[in-house]
């Protein structure tokens, strides 16, 4: 794991930590000792700081996005606007964690993370060996995926997709129709329910939206208020 934290006491407790829950963790200070150290040797997670000297966080992403770097990133940020949430994802982060956070639920969304780019044990159901397995197309609301390529289409346009939006569309398609509620949508594409009180969700359900949505058509995300969310065309 590749740790960017330009807060000495941060880093130091959170590599502590890590180091303890067995993670072997490699600690740098800013966006370019991040850069240099991830090309020296790619990491299997990398936990970025957002607000770093010279190059933040958001820049980290961006320019590994930029070279094909499909590491999974989980971003650390002290900006709790939906804006800012919403430009860490753009630079192609998987998951966010709001400061002063709880170390328990670093390591939680660390551990999705690493379960979800990883491959399903042999005989056993899953994304990653479902998507190595299947050759076919799924469709559903006027929404085209190719599982294998990681593509996805909406009446002939392509979608720009992270990993968790094409995951989270997935499971939208293969229930279109059937509303999903908050529990089995965490459960199914983190692998833990954040509780009530996270946003996470709501997040990337509305970028989710912003990449799907066109002009003159219409909505295929529903909120169903006090559930969750359904897949529709109306």
């Given at each position: 794991?590749?740790?960017?934290?330009?807060?000495?006491?941060?880093?130091?407790?959170?590599?502590?930590?890590?180091?303890?829950?067995?993670?072997?963790?490699?600690?740098?200070?800013?966006?370019v000792e991040a850069l240099a150290q991830a090309h020296r040797?790619?990491?299997?997670?990398?936990?970025?700081?957002?607000?770093?000297?010279?190059?933040?966080?958001?820049?980290?992403?961006?320019?590994?996005?930029?070279?094909?770097?499909?590491?999974?990133?989980?971003?650390?940020?002290?900006?709790?606007?939906?804006?800012?949430?919403?430009?860490?994802?753009?630079?192609?982060?998987?998951?966010y964690v709001v400061k002063p956070f709880d170390v328990e639920?670093?390591?939680?969304?660390?551990?999705?993370?690493?379960?979800?780019?990883?491959?399903?044990?042999?005989?056993?159901?899953?994304?990653?060996?479902?998507?190595?397995?299947?050759?076919?197309?799924?469709?559903?609301?006027?929404?085209?995926?190719?599982?294998?390529?990681?593509?996805?289409?909406?009446?002939?346009?392509?979608?720009?997709?992270?990993?968790?939006?094409?995951?989270?569309?997935?499971?939208?398609?293969?229930?279109?129709?059937?509303?999903?509620?908050?529990?089995?949508?965490?459960?199914?594409?983190?692998?833990?329910?954040?509780?009530?009180?996270?946003?996470?969700?709501?997040?990337?359900?509305?970028?989710?939206?912003?990449?799907?949505?066109?002009?003159?058509?219409?909505?295929?995300?529903?909120?169903?208020?006090?559930?969750?969310?359904?897949?529709?065309?109306?």
């Open positions: 794991m590749l740790l960017a934290e330009d807060d000495r006491a941060i880093r130091h407790a959170l590599e502590r930590a890590l180091t303890l829950e067995g993670y072997a963790v490699t600690a740098v200070a800013d966006g040797t790619p990491p299997d997670v990398l936990l970025l700081d957002v607000m770093m000297p010279g190059i933040d966080g958001l820049q980290v992403c961006r320019v590994l996005r930029a070279e094909g770097v499909r590491t999974p990133i989980l971003m650390l940020t002290a900006l709790v606007e939906t804006a800012d949430r919403i430009a860490g994802l753009d630079a192609g982060a998987d998951d639920e670093v390591f939680a969304r660390l551990r999705a993370l690493l379960r979800r780019t990883s491959p399903a044990p042999a005989g056993e159901p899953g994304p990653a060996r479902d998507a190595q397995l299947s050759d076919r197309q799924i469709e559903g609301a006027g929404i085209r995926m190719d599982l294998q390529a990681r593509r996805a289409w909406r009446a002939g346009r392509e979608l720009e997709l992270t990993r968790t939006e094409f995951e989270l569309l997935e499971l939208l398609v293969r229930n279109a129709g059937i509303v999903l509620d908050h529990a089995t949508i965490y459960d199914r594409i983190w692998g833990y329910d954040f509780g009530p009180g996270s946003k996470n969700l709501a997040v990337y359900v509305g970028y989710l939206r912003r990449k799907l949505d066109a002009p003159g058509a219409p909505q295929l995300i529903h909120t169903v208020r006090g559930v969750g969310y359904v897949l529709r065309e109306e």
